[in-house]
């Protein structure tokens, strides 16, 4: 069966730093890999997608990469700031749809 | 943006009741929907996958009687969960997928589930 680690479950982090996030799987070959943020008891915000097929993307201070090879991905955010605290998720899309166990992310002031 | 509601936003009830969720698309239309669950401090799992018009297509370990799903609609997916036990006390989330989206979800604020 599939399986999706993410880097550490609680990660803290200096405003201002770049912030780090690891997503390996193993046992699948999706054809998108997207990330989410979720805070407490609200659902999932969508905030990227990659594909198979790309390397790299970005949206403002985010920055996605997909090693299909390595069956890696992982998840910049950079100048962060307390407003970015929350837990990110990971999901494989392929056949079906899987989530990451999620990284919970604070940004100390 | 797209935009999913969910309603009611937290439900308390008793064991052995029933409860129906409801999952809305505002916006778009949704010709797929998702169901999901979360435990406190555990990632979201998946329990079905419901297409407009066709019956839904439970997870593995999922009782599909249990948790009754109804995509009458492209806008409207409801959720019930039958006969409900202390230990389907959870967190439920939908999520919608527009046809013409990069394959996105767009998720619900979540319903929180207390079964006493």
């Known amino acids: 069966s599939q399986k999706i680690e993410q880097n550490s479950e609680a990660l803290n982090i200096q405003e201002g730093k770049t912030a780090t996030l690891t997503c390996n799987y193993t046992n699948y070959s999706p054809a998108y890999l997207q990330w989410y943020r979720q805070d407490p008891g609200r659902g999932p915000v969508f905030l990227l997608l990659i594909r198979e097929n790309e390397k790299e993307k970005r949206k403002e201070r985010l920055k996605v990469t997909f090693d299909t090879t390595l069956k890696q991905s992982l998840f910049h955010i950079t100048a962060s700031q307390p407003a970015d605290s929350a837990t990110y998720l990971c999901?494989?899309?392929?056949?079906?749809?899987?989530f990451g166990t999620g990284t919970s992310l604070t940004v100390i002031p | 943006g797209a935009v999913v509601s969910q309603h009611p936003s937290w439900v308390i009830c008793k064991s052995g009741t029933s409860v129906k969720i409801e999952c809305r698309s505002l916006?778009?239309?949704?010709?797929?929907m998702f169901w999901y669950r979360q435990f406190p401090k555990q990632s979201l799992m998946l329990m079905a996958t419901?297409?407009?018009?066709?019956?839904?297509?439970?997870e593995q370990g999922v009782e599909k009687d249990k948790f009754l799903i109804n995509h009458a609609s492209l806008t409207l997916s409801t959720l019930t969960v039958t006969s409900a036990h202390p230990e389907d006390s959870s967190f439920y989330i939908c999520?919608?997928?527009?046809?013409?989206?990069?394959?996105?979800?767009?998720f619900g604020p979540g319903t929180r589930l207390t079964v006493l």
């Open positions: 916006d778009f239309q949704a010709t797929t």
């Open positions: 999901a494989l899309d392929g056949n079906q749809f899987y």
């Open positions: 999520s919608a997928r527009a046809a013409s989206s990069y394959n996105e979800q767009f």
């Open positions: 419901s297409n407009e018009g066709s019956k839904a297509t439970y």
